[in-house]
């Protein structure tokens, strides 16, 4: 295979908005049909460089600067992360209609996210998503200025903390290439820094954030694809962390508090959903709450964590592209998103989430007490999402923009793909676990049938298929003939809510004393960033991570 077959994944996208814009200000509209020619071929791309070799490969293309390498690489981790982000955000961009420059920023957005994990190194990387960062604020401010979106500063401060961190592995281990930075350069604070960008970068927190409050805008097409493009990156920097580290973080604090901090945001999300008043305010719970359970698992520093985290991730990069598809209407299709959200048997949520906490009890220690906390918040889930089955739809979104059977067969996929868990792991998963745990990778074991831990085997394929003809031979009795929307009494009141919400009114309405705007003005900052052309920030970008490597 050929090292610059490399470009292929970024190359085809942009070629693809290029000849779109180009086309588009003569008048002409591709369509669809080019966005969908340029976003699957980035899918095809990663699978033919992958697939056949199942071994990194990688391409320098010079520096920099001060010894910082422009290098792309594609092994397991960014071809599971790759697929993370190309797979939903070519669904969206093939099935819904947009004006040609939302289609040009959005294969801009998916190439720059897609150059993030491709990137040989940690400067790179920063330098990619923080365009992908912009880029989204472009798209949303593109499609709907008057709507909710998160501030451009949010979106970038991880990125900003991501290059300092290049920086300083760059001047104190002699480079920041991720499989070239000697591990006793990361120590404890230099970790915590690089554990902060990943967690700003994807907004990990217990209260409402950005991942959440974009399914409330009135149209979901820039959301989908901002959720898809962005939303994997931070955890992307954690499982390079165990790279960066030979196999493990510098010190087993940040295992606990990581994977503390991911049920917890977990738990959070599922307390939010079951006092939902809508069923699409639940759904916009559902991202948060599945990468709140996927960071629990990442972080045990454990491969059998790890492969659980990242299925964990791949179920709601999949169901990004369901939510946005799906109609705000009661039927069959809302009734399977949710089913396949909650961990309802036999879906790979549930599997995953089976394999994870099975994970923390193998950790040992206080990491067995997160698995108790993790089975408490995902009964909180399912008791949550019997409720929303029968909650009122909320605020629809344009009919054009949605495609019920398209989410529904997405939904079903998810349901159905608990019994090939281990062909899952064995394929998908394995190979991460691998590149970023070497030492310990070995104690992955098992085939397609079954799931063997130290402890114990789950053999998913013979206690999940009967599971499966269960459920369709129920749901064939039962029907949604009895499933009436009302509102409904919550489980708990969430404490303290309208106090936190209430604060963060406050912040965001804090201003600057007038004598000091002009020099202090990040909304007018944000404002030529979403309304400048996009070729000009993204030139600024590129000149400021120059810059910052001379």
Same mark, same amino acid.
């Given at each position: 295979?050929?090292?610059?077959?490399?470009?292929?994944?970024?190359?085809?996208?942009?070629?693809?908005?290029?000849?779109?814009?180009?086309?588009?200000?003569?008048?002409?509209?591709?369509?669809?049909?080019?966005?969908?020619?340029?976003?699957?071929?980035?899918?095809?791309?990663?699978?033919?460089?992958?697939?056949?070799?199942?071994?990194?490969?990688?391409?320098?293309?010079?520096?920099?600067?001060?010894?910082?390498?422009?290098?792309?690489?594609?092994?397991?981790?960014?071809?599971?992360?790759?697929?993370?982000?190309?797979?939903?955000?070519?669904?969206?961009?093939?099935?819904?209609?947009?004006?040609?420059?939302?289609?040009?920023?959005?294969?801009?957005?998916?190439?720059?996210?897609?150059?993030?994990?491709?990137?040989?190194?940690?400067?790179?990387?920063?330098?990619?998503?923080?365009?992908?960062?912009?880029?989204?604020?472009?798209?949303?401010?593109?499609?709907?200025?008057?709507?909710?979106?998160?501030?451009?500063?949010?979106?970038?401060?991880?990125?900003?903390?991501?290059?300092?961190?290049?920086?300083?592995?760059?001047?104190?281990?002699?480079?920041?290439?991720?499989n070239a930075v000697p591990v006793a350069t990361v120590t404890g604070p230099l970790f915590a820094l690089l554990a902060a960008s990943a967690v700003l970068v994807s907004c990990?927190?217990?209260?409402?954030?950005?991942?959440?409050?974009?399914?409330?805008?009135?149209?979901?097409?820039?959301?989908?694809?901002?959720?898809?493009?962005?939303?994997?990156?931070?955890?992307?920097?954690?499982?390079?962390?165990?790279?960066?580290?030979?196999?493990?973080?510098?010190?087993?604090?940040?295992?606990?508090?990581?994977?503390?901090?991911?049920?917890?945001?977990?738990?959070?999300?599922?307390?939010?959903?079951?006092?939902?008043?809508?069923?699409?305010?639940?759904?916009?719970?559902?991202?948060?709450?599945?990468?709140?359970?996927?960071?629990?698992?990442?972080?045990?520093?454990?491969? %059998?964590?790890? @492969? +659980? =985290?990242?299925?964990?991730? $791949? &179920?709601?990069?999949?169901?990004? !592209?369901?939510?946005?598809? *799906? #109609?705000?209407?009661?039927?069959?299709?809302?009734?399977?998103?949710?089913?396949?959200?909650?961990?309802?048997?036999?879906?790979?949520?549930?599997?995953?989430?089976?394999?994870?906490?099975?994970?923390?009890?193998?950790?040992?220690?206080?990491?067995? %007490?997160?698995? @108790? +906390? =993790?089975?408490?918040?995902? $009964? &909180?889930?399912?008791?949550?999402? !019997?409720?929303?089955?029968? *909650? #009122?739809?909320?605020?629809?979104?344009?009919?054009?923009?949605?495609?019920?059977?398209?989410?529904?067969?997405?939904?079903?996929?998810?349901?159905?793909?608990?019994?090939?868990?281990?062909?899952?792991?064995?394929?998908?998963?394995?190979?991460?676990?691998?590149?970023?745990?070497?030492?310990?990778?070995?104690?992955? &074991?098992?085939?397609?049938?079954?799931?063997?831990?130290?402890?114990?085997?789950?053999?998913?394929?013979?206690?999940?298929?009967?599971?499966?003809?269960?459920?369709?031979?129920?749901?064939?009795?039962?029907?949604?003939?009895?499933?009436?929307?009302?509102?409904?009494?919550?489980?708990?009141?969430?404490?303290?809510?309208?106090?936190?919400?209430?604060?963060?009114?406050?912040?965001?309405?804090?201003?600057?004393?007038?004598?000091?705007?002009?020099?202090?003005?990040?909304?007018?900052?944000?404002?030529?960033?979403?309304?400048?052309?996009?070729?000009?920030?993204?030139?600024?970008?590129?000149?400021?991570?120059?810059?910052?490597?001379?």
């Amino acid at each position: 295979m050929p090292s610059a077959a490399v470009l292929g994944p970024v190359v085809l996208p942009l070629i693809t908005a290029a000849v779109m814009a180009i086309l588009g200000f003569v008048g002409v509209n591709l369509g669809r049909s080019a966005a969908a020619v340029g976003s699957w071929g980035a899918v095809l791309a990663l699978l033919v460089v992958w697939v056949p070799i199942r071994s990194s490969l990688e391409l320098t293309l010079g520096q920099l600067g001060f010894g910082s390498a422009f290098d792309m690489r594609i092994d397991g981790v960014t071809f599971a992360f790759g697929l993370m982000i190309a797979i939903p955000a070519a669904i969206l961009l093939t099935l819904q209609p947009r004006a040609w420059p939302q289609t040009v920023v959005s294969m801009l957005g998916l190439a720059a996210a897609l150059a993030a994990v491709e990137a040989g190194g940690i400067v790179l990387t920063a330098i990619a998503g923080g365009t992908a960062a912009t880029l989204a604020v472009v798209l949303l401010d593109t499609e709907d200025p008057r709507a909710s979106r998160p501030s451009w500063a949010m979106l970038v401060a991880g990125w900003l903390a991501l290059a300092w961190f290049g920086v300083i592995m760059q001047v104190g281990g002699g480079t920041a290439v991720y499989n070239a930075v000697p591990v006793a350069t990361v120590t404890g604070p230099l970790f915590a820094l690089l554990a902060a960008s990943a967690v700003l970068v994807s907004c990990v927190f217990p209260w409402r954030t950005w991942p959440a409050e974009l399914w409330s805008r009135p149209s979901l097409r820039a959301a989908g694809v901002t959720v898809a493009t962005l939303y994997p990156l931070g955890f992307y920097l954690l499982v390079r962390g165990y790279e960066l580290g030979d196999g493990r973080y510098p010190h087993q604090l940040f295992n606990v508090a990581l994977a503390g901090l991911g049920i917890i945001v977990a738990f959070a999300a599922a307390a939010r959903a079951q006092a939902a008043p809508t069923r699409r305010r639940f759904l916009g719970e559902v991202v948060p709450g599945l990468g709140g359970f996927a960071l629990a698992a990442i972080a045990l520093g454990t491969p %059998l964590g790890l @492969v +659980a =985290g990242l299925i964990l991730l $791949a &179920t709601a990069s999949l169901l990004i !592209a369901c939510l946005a598809l *799906l #109609p705000d209407q009661a039927g069959i299709a809302s009734l399977v998103t949710i089913a396949a959200a909650v961990g309802l048997p036999p879906g790979i949520s549930f599997a995953a989430r089976v394999v994870g906490i099975e994970a923390t009890f193998e950790a040992g220690d206080f990491l067995g %007490l997160i698995g @108790v +906390a =993790g089975m408490a918040t995902w $009964a &909180t889930w399912m008791v949550g999402g !019997a409720r929303a089955i029968g *909650l #009122p739809a909320g605020r629809g979104h344009p009919s054009v923009e949605t495609f019920p059977r398209i989410s529904l067969v997405i939904a079903l996929l998810m349901l159905a793909a608990g019994p090939a868990v281990a062909a899952i792991k064995v394929a998908y998963a394995d190979p991460v676990a691998a590149e970023v745990m070497q030492s310990s990778a070995g104690s992955l &074991t098992g085939g397609l049938v079954n799931v063997v831990t130290v402890s114990s085997v789950l053999p998913a394929l013979t206690l999940l298929v009967p599971l499966l003809i269960f459920g369709a031979f129920v749901y064939t009795i039962s029907g949604t003939s009895t499933v009436r929307t009302q509102s409904r009494p919550a489980l708990f009141k969430v404490p303290g809510a309208t106090t936190g919400a209430r604060m963060r009114e406050a912040l965001r309405s804090a201003t600057v004393p007038e004598q000091y705007r002009s020099i202090f003005n990040l909304r007018g900052l944000e404002t030529a960033a979403a309304g400048g052309r996009p070729l000009l920030w993204l030139g600024m970008l590129v000149a400021l991570g120059f810059a910052v490597t001379r």
